[in-house]
């Protein structure tokens, strides 16, 4: 049986954290819905990035973006006090477009199933 790394197992639990902390304290004040998609640690364990995804339009990506930096000190202090690490990682946003490409993969292929039907 393979061992996970200390580095997987400590992003999930971050991804956990800041979804559940970004819902109870900070998601009225977000100018759109986001979605957190994955943390990715170094395997030092001092650095963090933390995917996100806005369904939106370019505008809103970017109010988000801002919003995620005005609030990154508050969420790593917030998810450090459940952590049980020496060090709380730096945390870095970065946006994620998977479901976006994703909605629109299954758009063109609902497309390609009617075009198909009406032939």
């Not at 580095?7 to 956990?16: I, V, W």
């Not at 990035?49 to 973006?65: I, M, N, P």
């Not at 946006?95 to 758009?107: A, K, V």
Request: aromatic share 8%; no cysteine; net charge positive.
């Amino acid at each position: 049986m393979r061992q996970f790394r200390r580095s997987t197992r400590l992003g999930e639990q971050m991804l956990r954290d800041i979804s559940n902390l970004f819902d109870l304290e900070l998601a009225e004040h977000s100018p759109a819905m986001v979605t957190f998609t994955r943390v990715r640690l170094t395997d030092d364990l001092r650095y963090a990035t933390v995917y996100y995804s806005v369904l939106g339009q370019d505008k809103e990506r970017h109010l988000v973006a801002v919003y995620l930096e005005r609030e990154k000190k508050r969420l790593r202090y917030m998810v450090g006090a459940n952590l049980r690490i020496r060090h709380i990682p730096e945390i870095t946003f970065k946006y994620d477009p998977s479901i976006e490409e994703g909605i629109r993969i299954e758009q063109l292929l609902n497309e390609i199933k009617r075009d198909t039907k009406e032939e």
